[in-house]
T-cell receptor
Framework: GNSVTQMEGPVTLSEEAFLTINCTYTATGYPSLFWYVQYPGEGLQLLLKATKADDKGSNKGFEATYRKETTSFHLEKGSVQVSDSAVYFC?????????FGSGTKLNVKP | NAGVTQTPKFQVLKTGQSMTLQCAQDMNHEYMSWYRQDPGMGLRLIHYSVGAGITDQGEVPNGYNVSRSTTEDFPLRLLSAAPSQTSVYFCATKPYDKNIQYFGAGTRLSVL
């Protein structure tokens, strides 16, 4: 079947620290992979995506690389800001169905 | 540009009541979907539609009905609400040829 597993939160970091949020997946076929971000009281927004193995998605300083050999899509950012505080979701799409991880809450302190 | 509009934003129901959550989009996207978001479980797909007149089940369809008579609207119906349906519901759309979803702001539903 299809599923997404991501590290539990919350993750608390100081401003300018390095961020990694782990995400692994199981899927049949060749899924596309995504990271979404959710700010309080809002719907999810696409942060970045990758459509095939070895693709790197990037946006707003965040990066993630589609690793087929380890079935992973870890989210990284070199220097987080207070404004990055949010909940981050890893997701995949396969045959028109989207599957989301449970979300990781990130708190960035000044 | 409204994007994806969900109504209502908040709703409280009693067990056994029925209601319809509305979702409307003005982006002419073929694909529309409904999710529920529960603590510690992320988003789970309830139903989706790839175009007017076509719907299909997601992971957790039981207790919910949908129909898609127009491209713009995709209502979600609870025929007999249960406390287990207390959740935040999100509608999302995407164009046929791209896997980029656009989400509404959500409906927070409590069933007492």
């Amino acid at each position: 079947g299809n599923s997404v597993t991501q590290m539990e939160g919350p993750v608390t970091l100081s401003e300018e620290a390095f961020l990694t949020i782990n995400c692994t997946y199981t899927a049949t076929g060749y899924p596309s992979l995504f990271w979404y971000v959710q700010y309080p009281g809002e719907g999810l927004q696409l942060l970045l995506k990758a459509t095939k193995a070895d693709d790197k998605g990037s946006n707003k300083g965040f990066e993630a690389t589609y690793r087929k050999e380890t079935t992973s899509f870890h989210l990284e950012k070199g220097s987080v800001q207070v404004s990055d505080s949010a909940v981050y979701f890893c997701a995949l799409v396969n045959f028109n169905k989207f599957y989301f991880g449970s979300g990781t809450k990130l708190n960035v302190k000044p | 540009n409204a994007g994806v509009t969900q109504t209502p934003k908040f709703q409280v129901l009693k067990t056994g009541q029925s209601m319809t959550l509305q979702c409307a989009q003005d982006m002419n996207h073929e694909y529309m979907s409904w999710y529920r978001q529960d603590p510690g479980m992320g988003l789970r797909l309830i139903h989706y539609s790839v175009g007017a007149g076509i719907t299909d089940q997601g992971e957790v369809p039981n207790g919910y009905n949908v129909s898609r008579s127009t491209t713009e609207d995709f209502p979600l119906r609870l025929l007999s609400a249960a406390p287990s349906q207390t959740s935040v519901y999100f509608c999302a759309t995407k164009p046929y040829d791209k896997n980029i979803q656009y989400f509404g702001a959500g409906t927070r539903l409590s069933v007492l």
